[in-house]
């Protein structure tokens, strides 16, 4: 099966930047992707790595190592509404499923 | 283009009634998932399909019931709902099955 171990919260000053990590541990590797969630709303699928090193999407940025079975989602230029939880993700062998860590709660400080 | 839609947004239940969640996608997605979400956890899959015809038991089915009705839908049933199915219900759909996209959840409360 699938296992993935984050976090449970992290906390950062608005401006700075934060690393969210991500460690796996799965029987086939395709990928692992990251997702956004707001208190009270659904989760918002942000990017994925399926080869190693480091993906920009503005102020976002995901990176994985697959010999380490590890990922982490860096968050620059930190803004209030950035305060939200973080999941990373793996598919299942077959990409048949997707099982979710247990979720980073950042909280973004004034 | 609605993305994923699901109804109801909320629902109360009296302990051994039946509900059935609806779910559709417009994105012409193959795979399909339903998962739970318990207050300060994360998602646990219940049940998915990765292709119209095909049903999978998830980490935590038991109690639910799915079907895949068509390539857009995927409908959750509770049977005999019980207190411990209090959660938000979410339901996701994906093409390549790295990346999902999720509805705007189900608040369930079974009292």
């Known amino acids: 099966g699938q296992s993935l171990e984050q976090p449970s919260e992290v906390t950062a000053v608005e401006g700075a930047i934060v690393q969210i990590n991500c460690t796996y541990q799965?029987?086939?590797?395709?990928?692992l992707s990251w997702y956004q969630q707001h208190d009270g709303g659904a989760p918002t699928f942000l990017s994925y790595n399926a080869l190693d090193g480091l993906e920009e999407t503005g102020r976002f940025s995901s990176f994985l190592s697959r010999s380490d079975s590890y990922g982490y989602l860096l968050l620059q230029e930190l803004q209030m509404k950035d305060s939200a939880s973080y999941f990373c993700?793996?598919?299942?062998?077959?990409?048949?499923?997707?099982?979710f860590g247990s979720g980073t709660r950042l909280q973004v400080q004034p | 283009n609605a993305g994923v839609t699901q109804t109801p947004k909320f629902q109360v239940l009296k302990t051994g009634q039946s509900m059935t969640l609806q779910c559709a996608q417009d994105m012409n997605h193959n795979s399909m998932y339903w998962y739970r979400q318990d207050p300060g956890m994360g998602l646990r899959l219940i049940y998915y399909?990765?292709?119209?015809?095909?049903?999978d038991k998830g980490e935590v089915p038991n109690g639910y019931n799915v079907s895949r009705l068509n390539k857009r839908e995927f409908s959750l049933r509770l049977e005999s709902a019980a207190p411990s199915q209090t959660s938000v219900y979410f339901c996701?759909?994906?093409?390549?099955?790295?990346?999902?996209?999720f509805g705007q959840g189900t608040r369930l409360t079974v009292v």
């Open positions: 799965t029987s086939g590797f395709y990928g």
């Open positions: 996701a759909s994906s093409l390549t099955g790295l990346e999902a996209f």
């Open positions: 993700a793996v598919p299942d062998t077959g990409r048949r499923a997707l099982t």
């Open positions: 399909s990765a292709s119209e015809g095909t049903t």
